[in-house]
């Protein structure tokens, strides 16, 4: 274990390197001998008929063999391995082996090389166990001993020698970086290597395979094991999005034991999923759920319900066009408490009516399996209303007293409004009193507020001429040389009392005072219509008493008909009770039954229809937000249909959630989620409350959060998660894009390598002129929102079909045509230039919008 | 001899002690019937020369600082006409006092070309000077003015319209008495607020029984006491003048007295050469008259 030069580092890596390639050839040879052995023997026919069908089977399967080979051999030869990583076993130092860490996705077994080397794949393996160890060895470049167990469950120890990166492209070896032991200063550096590798990349902005370029807090983040809640707050173009898919893959091997079913990947956009589509395909991901919150709720809901997909809504999901006042209110927690209110009132209150009719208690505990009880009794009880009420249809005496009875019914609940009307206007009149006796009050406080005032004003004034002339006198005396100053000082005292801007400091509140009492009577005046306040307050003691008088009397007939209903209803029950011929719980109403079960039937829709959809109109109305589409049909009538948007469905979940616990959903147990600060509380909250056992690991930037009031701002406090990465280093952008931002938009990200002059972005100051020269290169346009779109293209001079428009309800075509994203759709795309019209968009948006540029970035503001 | 004679003897001894002797000696000759011959004549003469430019020099450097331009005519004071004329005229009252307060107000102050300065004028209340040496014109206090702010009567009438009409008799200096060093302090005083403090709220006041020693102080808020003193002096009263001021400055009384000077030089002097010098006594400092 030594460090060495770094041509001799370059000329021994070159023989293993060759090694390792002469494996392949090796391979790929001994696979075709075999195939023309096979076919030879064939085509000598040296064989009896019996053995004919053998051979055949022999040679199809050293064809099979052979296309493998090449199909293995073919995805190493461009890049065989990235890492070569030495080691000898602790208890033999001189028994070395070497290992090959190959980033190829496809790549899912070891490939021996000569005696003592493999190539292998670097992820986690359970057939494998020692490549987890080697994982934890390349990322701690580190010479302590690692131990591991076998598939067994032998434990092994290895010590590593040396750990290289290389850089191998199509058998040739370009770079040779010694990471341990500690290399020599004539050797390259590895961040000389990382920036090479990263400029590569840029060159071809997609989703790719960056385990060769990863670093420490990156690994960290991959290898935690899956058990671990943790959040990554990474910046703009630290590679978020791909640790997160590099993470699945890395873990494929564990997490695919249960067929990926217990993962679930939260992604923004459409367009994003477009986007990592090719990443998740070689990394063999696609099995994965893989939505936008907005999409999971609408999957919860239809698995929660089978008639849900029949409601009659339409779903407005993109949050990218809804006003940030709007966002604020509906997702603040004091609103989320509010609503949540609403909803345990409302299904209290319908179980209650079921309950009441029923003539049964309420249970402690609604859930949908006690609703479907209730509905069930009251089915039962109507049931049996019907045929005993058509028995006794012949029994005069009973449809007597039952028409009396009904009757009496109608005139008490007429009795009950004529009640409560008298109440109300009993409460009137104490309303109208309080705010009588409160501008009287008002009035009188005012007066006595000005009258207090002007009298400690000119007592302040007296005072300091009082004192002035004191001092005045003791300057008269001369003997004291101080007076002339003391007089000076009193003199300012008087002089900016009496005319200085204290005096006209008292002179405006003097004038404030006046309005406030104008406006105290004007208001009083505007109560008492120029009567007097004394003629008023005995009106409304005289109506109050004979409104009094009114509500003793019609309590007194209420009592009295409440009586008699209960004499009727006695006489009914047991009427009816004689028919069944045992005491039976009698309901003696069908309607309230009916109405009852009709809505516990359909008791979410009911909640969310009524109370969630009324208590949230409000602040939709006040910002505009449209609540129903109405189409026209061809009979010309109308249909109108709710529009449901995210924060909707959000509350439609909370209301399954309360009635259907254990409802039978897809489960989760690792939900990973990117671009994590555009949830909200609420989302974590229902995510956290749907499966109380799943591990999240998320990833976001609290700096990149697009909406200027919502989303997520403390991770801690707001996920509940407080294991925090950060990411601090941006690996996407050049230098000079990431100097541009920090510098412009006060972010702090830091870079690999040194700015070079020629990337530097280009502020565009005049747009109209310059646009064609722009136009000219192969880049994409990226603006706030449609608005800005047709801004920009005003400013440019162009037509606004020169661009295809695409927002986040957009899905990406596969032709070729000029782009221009809005911000929401730009979010984790990258594209090699870009031109940010930068008009209208936040500070926030600014930053996400430059760091897509991988290359060349225009900018105009 | 009045005391300008006998001031212009005590600073021409010799010369006049020489030409006293001359005389004599060309009497004594004379009486003897001698002729005195053209040396003692030529000596004589010139002697003669030099006491008649002595006179001249004297004579102008005891010239009057301030000129009247108009004085009102005559001094007609009537307490109740006061009163008639300026009751009600709360802007007037309050110019008058300043003009008692500050001695010398600038006739281009905005305040005095207005309506309320000018019943001021019109009604003989103030009359406008020169100062010689800087051409400088201001408003003074007439001799009714003065009158005016001495008669109790009048002041207690006035103090209903204006509060702050309390005026300490020690305040009020005829203008009539007035040395030419008290007027040239006055100016560099009002020279000094106008247009380097851009106030014209501060009392110029004298703390020694000659009326010489004038001191300006600022209306304004704070605990603080301190003086400005402009540094105009007289060759004979100077020491007496900067003994006065180190003995003010030292009493601890004082927080802070700025001299005005009208050149760097004169304030090296003054540091230097009469010990005004801030670094000894921290409570002086400078402020240099550009």
């Known amino acids: 274990m030594s460090v060495i030069t770094q041509n001799k580092l370059f000329v021994e890596e070159e023989r293993y390197k060759e090694e390792v390639y002469r494996t392949f050839d090796g391979m790929a040879s001994s696979a075709s001998s075999e195939v023309r052995l096979k076919k030879a023997s064939i085509t000598r026919g040296s064989f009896d008929d019996k053995e004919a069908f053998m051979m055949q089977g022999q040679l199809s399967g050293a064809e099979k063999r052979r296309r493998e080979i090449e199909q293995l051999v073919g995805k190493l030869y461009d890049r065989p391995y990235f890492s070569h990583v030495e080691v000898s076993m602790e208890d033999d130092e001189y028994d070395r082996e070497h290992y090959f860490l190959s980033d190829c996705e496809s790549l899912n077994e070891m490939v021996p090389v000569g005696k003592d080397g493999y190539v292998l794949p670097f992820k986690q393996d359970r057939e494998r166990p020692i490549s987890g160890a080697l994982f934890h060895c390349y990322q701690s470049k580190k010479g302590s001993s690692i131990s591991y167990r076998g598939p067994q469950g032998d434990e092994f120890v290895f010590v590593p020698q040396s750990i290289c990166d290389t850089d191998i492209k199509k058998r040739k070896l370009l770079n040779v970086i010694q990471l341990y032991p500690t290399p020599d200063v004539s050797q390259n550096s590895a961040d000389e290597l990382l920036e090479s590798k990263l400029k590569e990349n840029r060159d071809n902005p997609t989703l790719r395979n960056i385990i060769s370029t990863l670093q420490q807090m990156q690994f960290e983040i991959i290898k935690t094991d899956t058990k671990t809640n943790f959040v990554v707050q990474g910046c703009a173009g630290s590679g978020k999005s791909q640790c997160l898919l590099h993470r699945l893959f890395f873990l494929r091997d564990e997490l695919s034991q249960d067929g990926w079913n217990g993962v679930l990947l939260l992604t923004p956009t459409k367009l994003f999923r477009q986007y990592s589509a090719e990443l998740v395909r070689r990394y063999q991901l696609s099995d994965i759920d893989d939505c936008s919150i907005a999409d999971l709720y609408i999957t919860l809901l239809n698995a929660y319900d089978v008639r849900f997909k029949d409601r009659q809504y339409k779903y407005q999901l993109t949050e990218e066009y809804l006003p940030n006042g709007y966002l604020f209110a509906v997702y603040e927690e004091e609103n989320v ?11 209290r209150k319908y179980v ?84 009588l006796d409160l501008l009287v009050e008002t009035v009188n406080e005012v007066e006595k507020e000005k009258a207090d005032w002007v009298h400690q004003r000119e007592k302040r004034v007296k005072d300091a001429v009082k004192k002035l002339e004191e001092v005045s006198r003791k300057f008269e005396r001369g003997t004291d040389l101080q007076a002339p100053a003391k007089y000076a000082q009193q003199l300012f005292i008087v002089k900016n009392l009496t005319e200085g801007r204290k005096f006209l400091e008292d002179e405006e509140y003097l004038v404030f005072l006046d309005e406030y009492i104008s406006q105290a009577k004007a208001e009083l005046q505007e109560f008492t219509k120029d009567k007097k306040v004394k003629n008023i307050i005995d009106r409304y003691a005289k109506r109050e008493q004979e409104v009094n008088g009114n509500l003793e009397s019609i309590s007194g007939e209420i009592e009295e008909m409440l009586t008699r209903i209960e004499e009727y209803s006695e006489w009914l029950r047991e009427a009816a009770s004689n028919f069944e011929g045992e005491e039976a719980r009698i309901t003696l109403l069908r309607s309230e039954m009916e109405r009852a079960r009709y809505f516990l039937v359909r008791l979410e829709s009911t909640v969310f229809e009524q109370e969630v959809w009324n208590a949230l109109s409000p602040v939709k109305e006040q910002y505009g937000i449209q609540k129903i589409q109405v189409e026209e049909l061809k009979d010309g009538k109308h249909k109108e249909s709710r529009i449901l948007y995210k924060s909707d469905l959000l509350f439609y979940i909370r209301i399954y959630m309360k009635l259907h616990p254990d409802a039978n959903l897809p489960g989760y147990s690792l939900i990973c989620i990117d671009e994590g600060q555009d949830l909200h509380r609420a989302d974590y909250d229902i995510l956290h409350g749907l499966y109380p056992k799943a591990v999240f690991n998320v990833f976001g930037d609290v700096n990149q959060v697009l909406h200027a009031t919502c989303g997520i701002r403390e991770w801690e406090r707001q996920t509940g998660i407080s294991t925090v990465y950060p990411l601090t280093t941006n690996y996407r952008n050049t230098a000079a894009i990431v100097e541009f931002c920090n510098e412009h938009f006060d972010t702090q990200m830091e870079y690999v390598g040194g700015v070079d002059k020629k990337q530097r972005p280009i502020v565009v100051t005049d747009i109209d002129n310059s646009w064609d020269r722009i136009a000219s290169e192969d880049l994409v346009v990226i603006v706030k929102d449609r608005e800005s779109y047709e801004e920009f293209c005003k400013d440019a001079g162009i037509e606004t079909d020169s661009f295809v428009y695409l927002d986040t309800t957009s899905v990406k075509s596969t032709e070729k045509q000029k782009e221009c994203y809005s911000i929401f759709a730009a979010k984790g795309l990258e594209f090699s230039n870009v031109f940010v019209y930068a008009k209208h968009m936040t500070k926030n948006q600014k930053v996400v919008a430059c760091t897509r540029a991988m290359g060349g970035l225009y900018y105009y503001e | 001899m009045n005391s300008r004679a006998e001031k212009f003897h005590l600073q021409n001894k010799e010369l006049v002690q020489n030409l006293y002797n001359g005389l004599c000696s060309l009497l004594d000759n004379l009486e003897m019937n001698t002729m005195p011959g053209e040396e003692e004549k030529g000596s004589l003469s010139g002697l003669l020369d030099s006491y008649a430019e002595s006179l001249k020099r004297h004579e102008k450097s005891n010239m009057a600082v301030i000129r009247r331009v108009n004085a009102p005519g005559a001094d007609s004071f009537d307490e109740n006409n006061v009163i008639k004329e300026l009751s009600g005229h709360n802007q007037s009252i309050e110019l008058l006092l300043r003009l008692g307060r500050e001695k010398m107000v600038d006739v281009a102050d905005k305040l005095l070309l207005e309506e309320n300065g000018k019943l001021l004028v019109k009604c003989g209340y103030c009359e406008e000077i020169i100062v010689e040496k800087t051409g400088r014109r201001y408003y003074v206090l007439s001799s009714k003015g003065e009158k005016s702010f001495r008669n109790k009567t009048i002041i207690n009438q006035l103090r209903k319209d204006v509060n702050s009409a309390i005026v300490p008799t020690e305040i009020i200096f005829e203008t009539s008495k007035w040395s030419n060093i008290y007027s040239q302090r006055i100016d560099m005083l009002s020279f000094y607020y106008k247009n380097y403090r851009q106030t014209s709220d501060y009392i110029a006041f004298t703390l020694d029984e000659l009326k010489e020693m004038v001191f300006g102080c600022e209306i304004e808020d704070g605990q603080d006491v301190r003086y400005t003193f402009a540094c105009v002096f007289e060759n004979e009263s100077k020491d007496e003048n900067v003994n006065q001021l180190k003995s003010l400055a030292g009493s601890g009384l004082i927080d802070q007295i700025l001299l005005l000077t009208e050149s760097g030089e004169q304030q090296m002097d003054l540091v230097i050469k009469d010990g005004l010098d801030p670094q000894l006594i921290p409570e002086l400092s400078y402020f240099v008259m550009q």
């Open chain 1, 337 to 347: 408490v509010k609503i949540e209110h609403e909803i345990d009132n409302a299904l």
């Open chain 1, 352 to 435: 209650q009516a079921g309950c009441k009719a029923l003539g049964i208690e309420e249970p402690a505990e609604i859930t949908a399996l006690v609703v479907e009880d209730i509905v069930k009794q009251l089915d039962e009880e109507m049931k049996a209303f019907d045929i005993r009420e058509e028995a006794l249809q012949q029994n005069d005496e009973y449809q007597e007293k039952r028409k009396e009875y009904e009757q009496l019914l109608k005139d008490v609940e007429t009795n009950k409004k004529k009640k409560q009307r008298y109440t109300d206007e009993i409460e009137s009149i104490a309303a109208r009193r309080r705010e």
